[in-house]
């Protein structure tokens, strides 16, 4: 990104500290965590309960979190808790 004020040219850097690809991520207002790496999620069961669930953390983002273990693709995370 290029910001440009009077004549001064401003660059902008990111600098990336991990990354990982083809990941399961959740937003971390959906964690509740539980210890170093453990976390609990609440996820809406096939039945339209409320289920808790004991997951495995992994990079953090601003946003989303890594969820290495403890939910499949296609689950439904509740947020709000």
Known sequence: ??????????YCAEIVLASAEDVLFV????????G????????LADDDREQIREVTTGLYGDADVEIRSGLAEGDAVVLGR
Do not use: F, H, Q
């Not at 990104?1 to 401003?10: E, F, N, Q, R, S």
């Not at 170093?36 to 996820?43: E, L, N």
């Open 27 to 34: 937003p971390v207002a959906a964690l509740e965590s539980t």
């Open 36 to 43: 170093d790496d453990a976390a609990r999620v609440t996820v």
């Open 1 to 10: 990104m290029t910001l440009a004020a009077v004549g001064i040219v401003i």
